[in-house]
Nanobody, 123 residues
């Protein structure tokens, strides 16, 4: 029910914007999150945005990535700037309806997941 897009190959220092469109959900009620899984690593939290548009970021992406949502378009975005090779991963969007602040970074707090989109940053 979540369709993520926008991944691709980009050079170190470049930018990409990911999009995620949920279907079958009352979008405005959901906290939306982005996670990523790098080769050989566990899935990790990247950013989240609550229904109130309050945002949270992993320390590794603060100041470089921006999460936003457009409730009229039922879309959540992840603008990624100053990309580094260590940002290479499959990026997943996720949606959760009742997520408390202390669990925002936990994958199991989210109810729905997209299929992932690959981001590759070359050095």
């Amino acid at each position: 029910q979540l369709q993520a897009s926008g991944g691709g190959l980009v050079q170190h220092g470049g930018s990409l914007r990911l999009s995620c469109v949920p279907s079958g959900l009352t979008f405005s009620r959901y906290t939306m999150g982005w996670f990523r899984r790098a080769p050989g690593k566990d899935r990790e939290f990247v950013a989240s945005i609550r229904w109130s548009s309050t945002t949270h970021y992993a320390d590794s992406v603060k100041g470089r990535f921006t999460i936003s949502r457009d409730n009229a378009k039922n879309t959540v975005y992840l603008q990624m700037n100053s990309l580094k090779p260590e940002d290479t991963a499959v990026y997943y969007c996720a949606a959760g309806e009742r997520i408390i602040l202390s669990t925002l970074t936990r994958p199991n707090a989210y109810d729905y997941w997209g299929q992932g989109t690959l981001v590759t940053v070359s050095s």
